[in-house]
């Protein structure tokens, strides 16, 4: 087997700069040594996603237009769903890369949120409610089309070639987010999930465990099960990764 080699390197990118390591972040990632490192890859993967909308507390605008939704007002759920259009899609653009397929399963959120917009009980912001339910979708998609044999083929290979040692050829992000979905494809859809949710949408493990209806304890588990299959996935390839 050969080793993953830890020396990193300094790849700058406009104005951004990542360190990375030549699938060495992968392993510092797993041996939970460097989450700092796979955040930073991470930001080139994302920077091209749709970006999320911005809530902290419940908003009393979205409070109103859900009571006049309710009442048959079709023009106030046009305006959430113009509000949060953005967030959803850059929650789902995780779960596919394919744009049309990205586009149906937005759509689905707003179908099934309207559906649903009566359980709102207005205690948490409408974007964390409507994080629940994209994730649901996303989830739901990948488990009715989950099938190994069709998962697209990935090569370490792919991502040392996107980077340079002289650390002078920008990182593509679309290159990038290619290679770790083709990676993540490769795993289960429940594995695929909590990896996706804690490390690529950055929830800590109360948001994931509330967004899939799991315990905590669940998470810590699931967690700790998908990364170690993950190894294990790199190993079959011929790469040792040193825990």
């Known amino acids: 087997m ?6 990193l390197i300094a790849v700058r990118c406009g104005s951004m700069t990542l ?6 972040v992968l392993n510092a990632w797993l041996g939970g040594a460097a989450v ?13 996603s749709p970006k999320k909308a911005r809530a902290a507390s419940v908003e009393i605008t979205d409070l109103r237009e859900i009571e006049r939704t309710l009442a ?7 305006r959430l769903i113009e509000r ?3 967030h959803v899609a850059g929650i789902l653009w995780k779960f596919t890369r394919d744009a049309r397929m990205h586009e149906e399963l937005v759509q689905d959120v707003f179908v099934e949120a309207y559906l649903s917009l009566r359980t709102y009980k207005g205690k948490a912001p409408l974007s964390h409610w409507l994080a ?11 488990k009715q089309n989950h099938d190994r044999r069709r998962a697209e083929a990935f090569s370490l290979a792919d991502w040392d070639g996107l980077v340079q040692a002289d650390g002078e050829q920008c990182v593509d992000p679309s290159e990038a987010g290619r290679f770790l979905y083709a990676l993540l494809a490769q795993l289960g859809p429940r594995d695929r999930l909590v ?13 994931t465990a509330r967004r899939t209806g799991w315990s905590k304890s669940m998470v810590k588990v699931q967690s ?20």
């Open 2 to 7: 050969r080793r993953l080699q830890a020396s």
């Open 19 to 24: 360190l990375s390591a030549n699938s060495v």
């Open 36 to 48: 700092g490192l796979w955040d930073a890859w991470m930001a080139v993967v994302t920077a091209t």
């Open 72 to 78: 048959g007002d079709s023009e106030s759920y046009k």
């Open 84 to 86: 949060y259009q953005q």
């Open 132 to 142: 629940t339910i994209t994730t649901r979708v996303g989830y739901g998609f990948w």
């Open 195 to 207: 990896l996706t949710l804690r490390y690529l949408e950055g929830c800590d493990i109360e948001e």
């Open 224 to 243: 700790l099960r998908a990364k170690r299959r993950l190894k294990q996935l790199f190993e079959k390839t011929g790469v040792e990764l040193e825990l």
